[in-house]
């Protein structure tokens, strides 16, 4: 489960640092976060690997056995605050 919350983690942390790319006029600034996107493109493809197996085995055992949606959700942003942003 953990290894899902930090994929999802991961794409959002990309989002803001896309967002931030796309935002600045620094041509430097761009050149640095392009890099940072590159080196999270790395981690996903290894981690939707996991990620991808782990659906077919869990998911549908969790749903059946009363699996909250919501603390699942409370999980993945408390995982977020986790992120090292450097």
């Not at 600034?29 to 782990?54: A, D, F, N």
Request: hydrophobic share 40%; net charge positive; charged share 25%.
């Amino acid at each position: 489960m953990a290894l899902l919350h930090r994929y999802f983690a991961k794409r959002l942390k990309a989002a803001v640092m896309y967002a931030d790319y796309l935002n600045t006029r620094n041509d430097e600034m761009k050149q640095k976060t392009l890099s940072q996107l590159s080196q999270c493109r790395v981690l996903w493809e290894e981690i939707s690997v996991s990620v991808t197996r782990w659906n077919k085995e869990k998911i549908p055992y969790m749903f059946n056995e009363g699996f909250s949606y919501r603390s699942y959700l409370d999980s993945i942003d408390a995982e977020i605050h986790n992120i090292n942003l450097n």
